[in-house]
């Protein structure tokens, strides 16, 4: 599983240097166009992601108990630190 996240990891950065000068434009200068709140939607993918992958888990006994603010914090943290 390890391995998997950190492949993920890995693609994602690769595509942001891929086209680093088309993130710079739309992470941090996209202020008053459509593309203003884009982090926040990756945010909201990995934190649906998440929440779906915690529910597979329950049901299949394992108990995790991890409050969806936690979740929202971890994946905030994920991208910020992606983007720094």
Request: no cysteine; aromatic share 12%.
């Amino acid at each position: 599983m390890e391995a998997v996240s950190q492949q993920g990891l890995r693609e994602m950065i690769e595509l942001i240097y891929r086209d680093f000068d088309v993130f710079k434009l739309v992470f941090f200068r996209s202020a008053g166009t459509a593309y203003e709140n884009y982090m926040q939607r990756f945010i909201d993918v990995e934190i649906e992601g998440s929440i779906r992958f915690i529910d597979n888990l329950k049901q299949q006994g394992k108990a995790l108990d991890i409050e969806a603010d936690l979740v929202h914090i971890l994946s905030s943290a994920l991208f910020s630190g992606m983007l720094e």
